[in-house]
């Protein structure tokens, strides 16, 4: 049989007809010969019987330019080359393609800092509310546009998974896939992936690090980068002579040996202890040195939210001032408060085995937080805990075993209770250890019931009184006149507190000043998603929603800047969670004073200790300012402050905790503040005017404006796509061809699509795409017309430019993996243009010259890799060209008093460019200055 090599209709080949190359449209194989249909250069078609020797000697043709493309084509092909071109022209495409306006902190960090590293290793630490989901975005985009990256896994908190997703989608048209068991590939029982749940994959922290299945299957699936949101969580600590890796660090360690690029997001890197964090930035493969500046030592990128501005130099945050409300609990609940610790204080003052000490500690300090908390939560507590108790008394009476051993086997079962703490998950089950008792014998265990009735009565007895001076406090607040606003609605306050009995109880209690049709929207760690979605959706959108009840499920990653009035119900233990509250309504977007409430019962054990650390807090703000509230957590940390509390709790000697409070707030706060100030990633005058610049330059560059639109309308034609326009800028497509919407990523409709930004966000969520660079469309559509235009592109046309005066060869090539274009002049010289430099040009009616032909003939100019050829004859006379450079020259000397000037590339859109302070001034000679 023939050997048919290189006969593929569309190939451009020599042998078929003597001394030309043309163009294949069929071929028919007969026996040892074939029937070949062609098209010469002059456009006619013919046919040709090969046989079998003359078969072998067909070769793909080393194609001359006939100059024979039409201009239609031409342009659209040069308008897909442009597009294709764009995200490596280092002129911040990831910001122009998508529905953002990134700060200049935000501009620093991705295209400074993460964007120049081969190897990503970084920690990006910037201050709750800066937004390092959207820095997140613009790098991923960036990367994947630039096919640097092509499978990315966000790993998240469950509770943000889903908004990874949506904001992934909404503000970068980035396609993400919420990963679950579903997506497990067993088709290899040795090798398992989440293969089908695409390149682009977010996955909650938890199922993957706990489910040892999805585990493997996410590490084999050859991930190039990974993100970590709320990195923090993936914490070590050193236990006595060991090393305690929760199962969420090993994940880190695991996926830090597998992937290419490891991006770490958290706000609260460091805990306050130096072992852990030591442990923390072994994720980047980090060893911490003593006595040597962080940033000397590590990938880190940090800026307190003093340090952010705006595009225009303004401050972004505005001002936070945090209050202490106190109030004193009525007879009733002083008595039950009183009881309750004493119960509390005598089983942890028990002698008892050290590790049951720790679990019947833990079960004891929940219970103390939950009697701080409300009525009703110590109350459900105390009737929980019995009726547990009661069950483990029955068990071991039916099975007449030692009661030791079955309180012994309790704890194994509820796991370490140190361990649970470290876990930090999102809302830990405030009952999970109610069981643990110090009782050994079924009398002690008695005895403990009977104490425990007895609180169980006293609890209901005001639980029924309605007796709770917390909530008139909380009520008195709402009620007051500063809570309403000039339209007659209630002010937007957020209510934070650490139990969902808690929340469920102010739930009802807001009832009795709730005003006709208004209502409260709610978020604990058990609320469903949609109704997460929903409730965060109703507080932000409707006026009537004046109120947001929350736990700390609330705290990480919730946008709820529409409000800047914040109440801590319950006062965290962890000082993190303080600033990780106050960051859901100081962040990005917040142009008020934010206001927060700290309630204290200022006759408690623990009461007394906060209120001792807010009143310090409070006039270090004062001498310090905001950064207070950044550095609290290191300064005092979460296992230093419980340790205090529970000293308190106990009836201990309170003289040392005290002490260590007042050296820690006293001189450590102010000390921390200039520590945190040496450790912060420097950002100048200097370094906002550079970025101003660089916004400016993106701007002038991004080819959404001056191609997407011209481009996009007319390729979706060509390719039988139905195209209406059904606002400014905003298009609906209801029908895709097959040849596009089989392309990846292309879906076979589309409701809205909007060409600006302008309108998309008023555009229902999920129904409206922005149509630029990276979208999936869009890249099909370019891959469409460049492979069907190749060789039309390969044959060049003859354009004229009436301000040259001699001839040049504009090249499109592909050489380094991407369009860049060469104008080849007759002196010998090639500098680089503008890849869309051709579209300037116009459209005459002269032939290539001699010239031309000579050099369009030289594989050096015109390689293989070649993806345009365009003959330029230049019309103007050497006289007026010579004028129009010493014009060029004249302006830019004068212009040179003003700034830094910058010649325009052919093709740019202007001729010169004069950088000064902040700003870009772009030239042209025909409009002057």
């Known amino acids: 049989m023939a050997d048919l090599l290189g006969l593929a209709p569309g190939a451009f080949v020599d042998g078929v007809v003597a001394g030309e190359s043309v163009k294949v449209l069929t071929v028919r194989q007969t026996g040892e010969t074939a029937l070949v249909s062609f098209e010469r250069a002059s456009g006619a078609r013919g046919s040709a019987f090969l046989s079998r020797e003359q078969l072998s000697q067909v070769r793909p043709a080393r194609r001359r330019p006939t100059w024979h493309a039409a201009w239609p084509d031409v342009r659209l092909g040069l308008q897909a080359l442009g597009i294709v071109a764009a995200p490596h022209q280092g002129r911040l495409l990831a910001v ?96 398992v992936t989440v293969a089908p749940a695409g390149p682009l994959v977010v996955a909650r922290l938890d199922q993957v690090s706990r489910n040892p299945e999805m585990k493997n299957a996410v590490l084999d699936s050859g991930f190039d980068l990974v993100v970590v949101d709320e990195a923090h969580k993936m914490s070590a600590r050193d236990w006595g002579n060991r090393t305690i890796r929760s199962k969420r660090y090993e994940l880190g360690m695991d996926l830090a040996d597998r992937t290419e690029h490891l991006l770490l997001l958290t706000a609260t890197p460091h805990n306050g202890k130096p072992a852990d964090f030591a442990h923390f930035m072994r994720l980047l493969g980090v060893e911490i040195e003593r006595g040597m500046p962080l940033l000397d030592r590590a990938p880190v990128r940090r800026l307190v939210k003093e340090q952010l501005v705006h595009a225009d130099g303004s ?125 050994r014998t079924p009398a002690e265990l008695q005895t403990e019931i009977l104490v425990l009735q007895r609180l169980v009565e006293r609890a ?15 009520r008195e607040l709402l009620t007051s006149a500063d809570m309403t606003d000039a339209s007659g609605f209630r002010r937007k306050i957020i209510v934070f507190t650490e139990h969902r009995d808690t929340l469920h109880y102010l739930e009802d209690r807001l009832g009795e000043i709730l005003r006709p049709g208004e209502h409260v929207a709610v978020i604990h760690g058990q609320t469903a998603r949609h109704e997460r979605r929903h409730a965060q959706h109703e507080f932000t959108r409707d006026p009537a929603c004046s109120i947001l009840l929350a736990t700390d499920a609330a705290g990480e990653g919730v946008n709820l800047q529409v409000a800047n009035l914040m109440v801590n119900y319950d006062i965290p233990w962890n000082p993190n969670r303080l600033e990780q509250r106050f960051g859901r309504i100081h962040r990005i977007g917040q142009d008020r004073t934010c206001h927060l409430w700290n309630l204290v019962a200022s006759d408690t054990r623990e009461g007394a200790v906060f209120e001792t650390i807010l009143g310090k807090l409070q006039v270090q703000r004062e001498a310090l300012g905001d950064r207070v509230f950044d550095v609290l957590g290191e300064v005092l940390t979460g296992a230093e402050l419980s340790r205090i509390l529970a000293a308190a709790v106990r009836g201990q000697d309170q003289r040392e905790g005290m002490s260590l409070i007042e050296e820690r707030l006293d001189r450590g706060l102010a000390e921390e503040v200039a520590s945190r100030a040496a450790s912060t990633t420097e950002f100048t005058q200097t370094d906002l005017e550079a970025i101003q610049r660089e916004l400016v330059w993106a701007e002038a560059f991004d080819p959404q404006a001056r191609m997407v639109p011209e481009f996009a309308q007319h390729a979706l034609r060509r390719y039988g796509a139905e195209v209406h326009e059904v606002g400014q800028s905003t298009w609906t497509v209801p029908y895709v061809p097959a040849r596009l919407a089989d392309m990846p990523g292309v879906d076979r409709r589309y409701g809205r699509l909007h060409l600006t930004r302008t309108g998309l966000d008023a555009d229902e969520a999920g129904t409206s795409q922005y149509l630029a660079p990276g979208h999936p469309l869009l890249t099909a559509l370019t891959s469409a017309v460049l492979e069907e235009l190749q060789h039309t592109l390969r044959d060049g046309i003859v354009l004229i430019d009436p301000t040259s005066a001699t001839d040049y060869l504009l090249v499109t090539t592909t050489e380094e993996g991407y369009p860049q274009t060469w104008r080849h002049n007759p002196d010998g010289s090639t500098v680089e243009v503008a890849v869309g430099a051709g579209l300037e040009l116009q459209v005459g009616s002269e032939a290539a010259s001699a010239w031309h032909e000579e050099v369009a003939a030289e594989p050096t100019v015109v390689s293989e890799r070649a993806a345009l050829v365009v003959a330029v004859r230049g019309t103007s006379d050497r006289e007026s060209a010579a004028r129009l450079r010493t014009r060029l020259a004249d302006l830019e000397e004068s212009l040179s008093r003003r700034g830094r000037v910058i010649r325009a590339r052919q093709g740019d859109g202007f001729d010169l460019a004069v950088e000064h302070g902040g700003e870009v001034d772009f030239v042209s000679l025909e409009a002057g200055v």
């Open 96 to 191: 122009s393609s998508s529905n953002v306006t990134p700060l200049p902190h935000q501009v620093q960090a991705v295209y400074r800092e993460m964007l120049p590293q081969d190897r990503l290793r970084f920690l990006l630490a910037d201050d709750p509310g800066a937004g390092k989901t959207i820095m997140t975005g613009l790098y991923l985009k960036e990367l994947l546009s630039a096919h640097r990256v092509s499978r990315v896994l966000i790993v998240a908190p469950g509770s943000l998974v889903e908004q990874w997703v949506e904001e992934m989608w909404t503000r970068f048209g980035l396609s993400f896939t919420e990963l679950g068991i579903e997506h497990l590939d067993r088709t290899d029982p040795v090798h």
């Open 315 to 439: 401050r972004l945050f505005p001002p936070r001032v945090a209050s202490t409300l106190t109030y004193s609990m009525a007879g009733p609940e002083q008595g039950l408060y009183e009881a309750v610790t004493e119960y509390v204080a005598d089983e942890m003052n028990k002698v008892m085995d050290e590790s049951v000490r720790r679990h019947v500690g833990f079960a004891m300090l929940v219970l103390q937080r939950r009697l701080a908390s409300s009525p009703e939560a110590i109350l459900r507590s105390l009737e929980r805990r019995l009726d547990l108790l009661h069950g483990q008394l029955e068990r071991a009476r039916e099975a007449e075993q030692d009661l030791g051993r079955l309180l012994e086997a309790s704890i194994r079962v509820g796991g370490d209770a140190g361990q649970d703490l470290f876990e930090d998950d999102e809302e830990v089950d405030d009952d999970l250890q109610s069981d643990v008792s110090s009782a």
């Open 460 to 474: 209901r007895r005001v639980r029924a009184e309605g007796i709770d001076r917390k909530w008139e406090a909380l």
